[in-house]
C-alpha cells in the first residue's frame, strides 16, 4: 500500500478503521479532500487509470493497534457490489462510494480478526498471489469508458505472516539433477491485453484474442510438463507504458507461486518504460516480498537494480555449492546516432562485481578441496550481448529468424564470462530468435587457444502472447527455454518448450563432464531442429 509523500505519520501496526472513495474535477486537485491526512492515507493508483478527464481514488483510514480501544470501531469485512447481509452482530453493513460495503466492528483486541491493509488491482483478469491476501470479485462501481480495466479491492486480515526463505529450497535433487525453467518476454499489461500474431497448431493465422490468459496458460502448461526446480524470468515482464505494474506483475509470477516453486528475475528494457510504470527499485521490492522470490536488488554501488547471484546447494544437509546461477540487469534503450535502436551496455562496475563474485566462489571451491566436484555456472540477462550477433557465431540448434539488437558498444562482459568459467548464457529481447551458439575460440596473447570452448550464448524465445512473435510475415509459436544440471556427471543440456509441440524441441546437449562441447552439426548450415 503507497501513502502520500506529504504524510508524516508512521503507524507501527496499522488497522483499516474506514475507506472511501474520493472523485475529483480538474478543478479540485487531490490535496483539497477533506479528510485528516494522519488518519486518512491514499492508496497510489489512479481508479480510472489516468483515462478520464476526473480521477478518482481510494482512500483508507488507519489507527495505531497499540493505541486502540474496546470502543472503537474496526472493519472486519469489506465486499464490493450488492448490499451483502445483515450481519448476525449488532452493527450492519455500511455503504461507501464505488459501490462498497464495510463491516465495522467494536475492537476485540484480536487482529487476526480485522482489516489491517487494503490494496486495489486492475483487470477481469487480476489475481494476488499474496499469502492472506483475498480479491474481490465484483470490481468497483466507477461507471469508467468500458476498455479501461476494472478496478478490484484486495483485502489483508490480519498480519502478513513472515515471507520464508526459499533459498534452501535451492537444492539439487538426490539424483544430482537440476532443471531451470528460463521464461522471457511474457510482455504482461494491465487487462488482458491483445494477441495480434498467434497462430493455431497447424501454424494458421488466428484473429486478435486477449492475450494475457494466454500467456498464463501456456507457463502453467509447460510448469506442468517439466515441473521446474526453478524459474528464471529474463526480463520484458512487462509491456511498455502500461498504467498498473503490480497488477501485471502478480498475473505472471502466480502460476510459479501456486505451484510452489522458487523463482528469480531480471529486468527487460520495457519493464519500467512509460509514464506510470514503476520503477524498478518499486517492481524489485513487490518481487522480492512474494513468496518463493529469490530476486535481489543486488548492491548499491553496482549500476542497475538486480544484480545478484544464486548458489544450488548439494541436497540436504549439506551446504556444498555445486552450481552458481549469476544474474544481471542490462538496463534499457538509450538515445543513439550509432545504431537505431541502441541500448546501454553492462557496465564496468557490474563486470567488476561479477568478476569479484566469481572469483571469490572459485577460491572457496578450492579453499574446500572441491576441485574434484563438477561446478556449472549460468547467467542470465535481458538484452543480448554483441557477441550474439557475431557472423562468425556457430549456431548448434534453433534459429535466428531476426537481426540481434544489442548495445552497439561492446564492454567485452563476454571476455569476463570466459574468464568465470560461465558455461552458458542465457538471454531474452529478440522474441523470435532461439538459438543456442559458439563463438570461434580465439587465440591468446600467448598464442595458445583457450582451455574451453564458449559460454554458450543462447536465446530463450518469446512466451507471451502479448509481445511480437513475428518476423516479416512469417509467425512461430511461442517457446521457453529449459536448461538441465546434472552434477555427478557435471552435463548440462537444454531443449525448448514450444506451445502446441508434444514433446522437447531443439534439445542439445552442451557441457559434459564440466567442459563446453563443441562438436559441429552438418545439417542445414549449423542449425537443427530436434523434436523428441
Known amino acids: 500500500m503507497s501513502f502520500n509523500s506529504h504524510i508524516t505519520a508512521v503507524v507501527a501496526h496499522p488497522v483499516v478503521t474506514d475507506l472511501t472513495v474520493c472523485v475529483f474535477s480538474p478543478t479540485v486537485p487531490p490535496s483539497t479532500c477533506a479528510l485528516d491526512p494522519h488518519k486518512w492515507h491514499r492508496i497510489e493508483k489512479e481508479l480510472h487509470l489516468y483515462t478520464a478527464q476526473r480521477s478518482a481514488w481510494l482512500y483508507v483510514a488507519l489507527a495505531n493497534e497499540e493505541e486502540l480501544g474496546a470502543e472503537d470501531l474496526v472493519v472486519t469485512d469489506i465486499r464490493v457490489g450488492e448490499p451483502p447481509p445483515n450481519s448476525s452482530s449488532d452493527h450492519l453493513w455500511e455503504s461507501r462510494p464505488g459501490g462498497i460495503w464495510v463491516l465495522r466492528s467494536r475492537f476485540s483486541g484480536k487482529v487476526g480478526q480485522v482489516v489491517t491493509e487494503v490494496d486495489v488491482l486492475f483487470g477481469v483478469d487480476a489475481v494476488d498471489p499474496r499469502p492472506q491476501w483475498t480479491l474481490t470479485p465484483s470490481p468497483l462501481q466507477l461507471h469508467t469508458q468500458p476498455k479501461v480495466p476494472v478496478a478490484r479491492l484486495s483485502v489483508l486480515r490480519g498480519r502478513a505472516k513472515p515471507r520464508p526463505d526459499a533459498r534452501e529450497a535451492l537444492r539439487v535433487n538426490k539424483d544430482g539433477k537440476f532443471k531451470i525453467l528460463q521464461i522471457s518476454d511474457t510482455h504482461m499489461v494491465t487487462g488482458v491485453g491483445v494477441c495480434k500474431d498467434a497462430i493455431d497448431a497447424h501454424g494458421n493465422l488466428l484473429p486478435e484474442s486477449e492475450a494475457d490468459p494466454l500467456t498464463v496458460n501456456f507457463i502453467g502448461e509447460v510448469l506442468d510438463v517439466e515441473k521446474p526446480d526453478l524459474v528464471v524470468f529474463t526480463g520484458d515482464q512487462l509491456h511498455h507504458d502500461i498504467p498498473d505494474s503490480q497488477s501485471a506483475l502478480f498475473k505472471v509470477v502466480a502460476p510459479i507461486i501456486e505451484r510452489s516453486i522458487p523463482f528469480a528475475a531480471v529486468f527487460g528494457n520495457h519493464d519500467s518504460e512509460g509514464t506510470h510504470a514503476l520503477p524498478r527499485t518499486a517492481q524489485m521490492s513487490i518481487l522480492q516480498n512474494l513468496p518463493f522470490s529469490l530476486c535481489e536488488s543486488g548492491p548499491e554501488q553496482v549500476d542497475g537494480i538486480g544484480n545478484f547471484y544464486l548458489q544450488v546447494l548439494a541436497p540436504a544437509p549439506s551446504r556444498l555449492p555445486l552450481s552458481t546461477l549469476y ?206
Open 327 to 532: 544474474f544481471l540487469d542490462s538496463h534499457g534503450q538509450i538515445p543513439s546516432l550509432i545504431h537505431n535502436p541502441d541500448y546501454e551496455p553492462i557496465k564496468q562496475s557490474q563486470i567488476d562485481w561479477f568478476e569479484n563474485a566469481s572469483q571469490t566462489q572459485r577460491s572457496a571451491r578450492q579453499k574446500d578441496n572441491n576441485d574434484n566436484r563438477f561446478h556449472l555456472s549460468l547467467a542470465f540477462l535481458h538484452i543480448p550481448l554483441p557477441e550474439f550477433g557475431d557472423r562468425h557465431l556457430n549456431i548448434r540448434s534453433g534459429n535466428r529468424r531476426e537481426p540481434t539488437e544489442c548495445p552497439s558498444l561492446n564492454s567485452h562482459f563476454y571476455d569476463a564470462l570466459v574468464k568465470g568459467g560461465i558455461s552458458a548464457l542465457g538471454c531474452g529481447h529478440d522474441h523470435v530468435n532461439d538459438f543456442c551458439a559458439l563463438l570461434p575460440q580465439k587465440t591468446q596473447q600467448d598464442g595458445k587457444k583457450p582451455s574451453q570452448p564458449g559460454p554458450w550464448l543462447c536465446y530463450g524465445g518469446g512466451s507471451g502472447f502479448g509481445g511480437y512473435c513475428s518476423y516479416g510475415r512469417k509467425r512461430i509459436h511461442r517457446r521457453t527455454r529449459v536448461w538441465q544440471l546434472d552434477t555427478n556427471t557435471g552435463s548440462l543440456e537444454t531443449w525448448m518448450r514450444v506451445k502446441y509441440a508434444m514433446g522437447r524441441v531443439d534439445e542439445l546437449l552442451l557441457v559434459e563432464r564440466g567442459t563446453v562441447i563443441d562438436s559441429p552439426v552438418e545439417e542445414d548450415e549449423g542449425r537443427r531442429c530436434v523434436v523428441s
